[in-house]
């Protein structure tokens, strides 16, 4: 069925909203897959985004897991993580279309800079919309966005965390569908948006693909990739789903624990239900009310696993996974002494599961961790922990 | 009291339909109780018994508002349905239309949830984030237990669309007059008129018109225009959001209100 992956996915809006999102479908088919598209943003992704990303041995980690493990840098993505490269693709398809404007929601902070970024590139207007609590935990990229000229509105309704940002956007959105486009950042939304930013973020897994032929010859054993909407992640994936030899380890934010409202791992703690346009894997109450999510990591901060990750966890194809926060902190201690490399938050969360899960992990496979971002935006995070200042 | 035969009845008085639209249990389910009676007293032909939802993305600040405090209250959908079975045994003879976002129906069960709903003497449901394409599933369970499945169009709503909606449609379509989200507003927007003339000549269902109304002369207009009534929100809420420690005492003004808007529903064409 369109807009849907098994029963997962589907388009839950208001009527206001319909047209909208049957004219990006429209757009999305028409002009995708045209030369004069490919080639422009080709050329972005390699000029501006830096790609191809490199695929980087982790000696360190290696000896610490024994395995052979390796890192593909999208920290090394202009504006230091994945997030630009879905926002160059919807920022060259939204000018296509004649829109104007951009907006969007942002917790961590990356996708809100990445798209002020890809604004800038097409010459749009940006708002993003952002919770009252994120702009204070990541407020080095407050500053970043605003110097790139967006405007960044505060969201104060409900608990003013990412949940919320991506309420008020659609219902801004629902105001102005004529003028703008809405840049959605992850995997989540109403169809076509998963689809759309899968597809521009499975860039990811295809350089991977080639790599690690280059490097080793073979597929990998193992991807492991954080996340919570999940686009880091199926773009690493998407082009290894047929691979069934290459295991898929998706790691959300466990938070403090698993017990009550502590935690944002919506695979253990969720269960299928509609939010943000969508059916998919949900954090809620008995009555259908969304809880709301708690981790330190502020980009995995959401109630909600995208319809296509939720329907390839269900089907056995992904294995969902998490890490709690003390263990995300050490790994990103780990990493930094180990590698020389500054983790986000988010990203820590995939080598924290790989560090502290050797039985998932013969000794000599080939491992692949999705560095799906760098942790300079956590720093002032990263010091009250571990200094206390 | 059947729903269609009350828009009959109001359409042969050459009268417009007020449908008030309330959360319930904002702040408190004991003040809903007195807002409802109120509004039933004030002229209202219909009501609007809205379940409060956590992520309500179809509604402006207000109603948003008004969620966040029914849920702070305590406010469950049984809770809900339970105080609609109260409000009919206490007398409440309108046709009641209930509206909640679709996990808050999807949570319970489409089936159970439909069963439910009628038990508690409802006449149909109202779900903002189900669009036509979504709805087949609820729509047989709303059958099923003979409540119908109110469906919206909004002024970005194509002809094509228009017509598999209302092609679904039954009791009346919800005629969402402007772009944007649920919320009083002070000026009436012309999309809105000319909307409500481009369905009228698609189906001759009762067109109520909701979102953004919020003055006797919005409900003269959209009369005028050829709506068949008038969904009104966000600005009762507005009124009693003013003294929420002791909302009751605005009930004199929201009454006074109501009857303003239900004699605009009375004026001549």
Known sequence: MKGRFGRFGGQYVSEVLMHALEELEEAFERIYPTPEFQRELGLLL????????????????????????????????TGGSHKLNNCLGQALLARRMGKTRLITETAAGQHGLATAMAGNVVGMEVEIFMGVKDMERQASNVKRMLLLGAK???????????????????????????????LMGSTVGPHPFPEIVATFQSVIGR??????????????????????????????????????????????????????????????????????????????????????????????????????????????????????????????????????????????HALAFLLNH???FSRGEVVVVNFSGRGDKDLETLMRYFYGA | ????????????????????????????????????????????????????????????????????????????????LEALRRLREEGLHLPVLLTTYYNVILSMGLGK????????????????????????????????????????????????????????????????GVEGVTGAREELEPSTVELMGRVRRLTSLPLLAGFGISRPEHVVSLLRAGADGCVVGSAIARIYSERLEEPEQTLPSISKFVRSLKEATRSPP
């Not at chain 1, 830096?50 to 090394?76: I, W």
């Not at chain 1, 659609?170 to 809405?182: F, I």
């Not at chain 2, 959360?23 to 807002?35: E, H, I, K, N, T």
């Open chain 1, 152 to 182: 960044v509105t505060p969201v104060s309704t409900g608990s003013g965390v990412l949940k919320d940002a991506v309420s008020d956007t659609l219902r801004e959105w629902a105001r102005c569908t004529g003028t703008t486009h809405y």
């Open chain 1, 46 to 77: 390699r000029d501006y985004a830096g790609r191809p990303t490199p695929l980087y041995h982790a000696r360190g980690l290696s000896e610490l897991t024994g395995c052979r493990v390796y890192l593909k840098r999208e920290d090394l993505v």
């Open chain 2, 113 to 176: 949830f439909c069963a439910e709903v009628r038990r508690a003497g409802a006449q149909g449901l109202i779900v903002p984030d189900l669009p036509v394409e979504e709805a087949d599933e609820l729509l047989e369970s709303a059958r099923g237990e003979g409540l119908h499945l109110i469906f919206q169009v909004a002024p970005t709503t194509s002809g094509r669309r228009m017509e598999r909606i209302v092609g679904k449609a039954s009791g009346f379509l919800y005629v969402i």
């Open chain 1, 207 to 348: 350089e991977l693909r080639q790599q690690i032929l280059e490097r080793e010859g073979r597929l990998p054993d193992a991807i492991v990739a954080c996340g919570s909407g999940g686009s880091n992640a199926l773009g690493a994936f998407r082009a290894f789903l047929q691979d069934e030899g290459v295991r898929l380890y998706f790691v959300e934010g466990g938070g403090e624990s698993l017990e009550a409202d502590n935690s944002a791992a919506a695979f253990r703690l969720g269960r299928p239900g509609v939010l943000h346009g969508a059916l998919m894997q949900l954090l809620q109450d008995e009555h259908g009310q969304v809880k709301p999510s708690k981790t330190r990591a502020a980009g995995l901060n959401y109630p909600g696993r995208g319809p296509e990750l939720s329907h390839l966890c269900e089907t056995g194809r992904v294995k969902a996974c998490h890490a709690f926060d003390r263990e995300v902190f050490e790994a990103v201690r780990t990493t930094c002494r180990a590698e020389g490399l500054l983790p986000a938050l988010e990203t820590a």
């Open chain 1, 358 to 360: 050797p039985e998932e």
């Open chain 2, 1 to 80: 009291m059947e729903l269609e035969k009350r828009l009959e009845e109001l359409r042969r008085r050459g009268e417009g339909a007020l449908m008030p639209h309330v959360y319930f249990g904002d702040p408190s389910p004991a003040f809903s109780f007195r807002l409802i009676r109120t509004l039933a007293e004030g002229g209202a032909d219909l009501l609007e018994l809205g379940i409060p939802f956590s992520d309500p993305i179809a509604d402006g600040p207000t109603f948003i508002a008004a969620c966040e405090r029914a849920l702070a209250a305590g406010v469950t959908p049984r809770g809900c």
